[in-house]
């Protein structure tokens, strides 16, 4: 039985999520100037590594604006599921994205350790100015991943935790600024290659997740096992079974098979369907929940408990269409 179009849908707040993504792109801009400044004047290859960091959040943060804007289009002939999915699509790129910048940090730093003569001391502001990334980045993470879990927003998700991994990496940088400052002169470039090692690391979950998502991968067993109850428990539904679900951007899409008296009319049958319907979609993100009506005939006792709960909802249903 098909869903309606116009039943209202968990849909999330775009405007609060574009706000959090423009914090971003302000704080990591100002970052991004120091870091590339102070790490060339103080001879840090490690800050400046984690400047390429700072500049890579920013262009994630430009493809997750970009997503947010088109995912959320109406369907079209040409989508006539919507385009939920951009959000994948642009979750894989920002994995790709990152899987790049990585090696990159990781081959650089990986041929200066091949020239340690050349290796030299930094300078004293480069540690105050990684300390500085340390902290603005982690405050800036908890901001948006508070943002991500108020929107249910897989793809702010994962741009938070790349500021998460943006706060490790600041971390790195300055106790390897550290240990050079103390006669350590490999401490820099090596802190440089963990960094990039980090951020290829990041980039290969995102990528894989999102790929996993694109491929048509079910939500994961607790949040089935709350969509079955949720299905269950309406009066009038007997058992369900071939229960199927599939990410779409950060929504879920929902088909089941629901097992109800086949004494019921089609009229009770599809009232009892659309109840199923508006229980998980209140409770759960699902986009739609497209549901089959399988007749059976229920044990003695047990259609006599369900038919005025069913004959309610119908009653009920014919109120609502008055």
């Not at 405007?15 to 790490?39: D, F, K, M, P, Y």
């Not at 290796?119 to 004293?124: D, E, H, I, R, Y």
């Not at 440089?192 to 491929?215: N, T």
């Amino acid at each position: 039985m098909d869903a309606s179009p116009d039943t209202p849908r968990n849909f999330p707040n775009p405007a609060e999520g574009r706000r959090s993504t423009l914090t971003s792109i302000a704080v990591n801009t100002c970052l991004i100037a120091v870091q590339a400044t102070v790490g060339m004047l103080s001879h840090s290859q490690a800050l400046v590594a984690d400047a390429l960091h700072s500049f890579s959040d920013v262009v994630s943060d430009t493809v997750v604006l970009v997503a947010g804007k088109h995912s959320l289009k109406a369907p079209d002939a040409d989508h006539q599921y919507g385009h939920r999915r951009f959000e994948n699509a642009a979750s894989l790129m920002l994995g790709a994205i990152l899987m790049i910048v990585g090696a990159g940090m990781v081959w650089n730093a990986f041929t200066r350790l091949q020239n340690p003569a050349d290796l030299g001391t930094v300078g004293v502001a480069a540690l105050g100015v990684a300390l500085l990334a340390l902290c603005t980045k982690e405050l800036l993470f908890r901001y948006m991943m508070r943002v991500a879990k108020r929107l249910r927003s897989s793809l702010l998700a994962a741009n938070a935790w790349h500021a998460r991994s943006d706060a490790a990496s600041s971390l790195v940088v300055a106790l390897g600024i550290i240990a050079n400052l103390a006669g350590f002169p490999l401490a820099d470039p090596l802190a440089a290659l963990i960094v990039g090692v980090m951020i290829a690391r990041v980039g290969s979950k995102f990528f894989i997740a999102a790929f996993h998502d694109l491929m048509d991968g079910a939500v994961d067993a607790q949040a089935q096992a709350r969509i079955r109850a949720q299905l269950a428990s309406t009066p009038g539904v007997l058992g369900v079974h071939r229960l199927k679900t599939r990410k779409m951007g950060d929504m879920i899409w929902v088909e089941v098979d629901l097992e109800m008296d086949a004494a019921l009319t089609i009229a009770q049958g599809h009232a009892i369907a659309e109840e199923a319907r508006k229980r998980v979609m209140q409770h759960e993100p699902v986009l739609d929940v497209m549901t089959h009506f399988d007749p059976v005939w229920p044990r003695r006792g047990q259609a006599n408990a369900d038919a005025p709960n069913s004959d309610s909802i119908v009653r009920e249903q014919n109120q609502k269409q008055g």
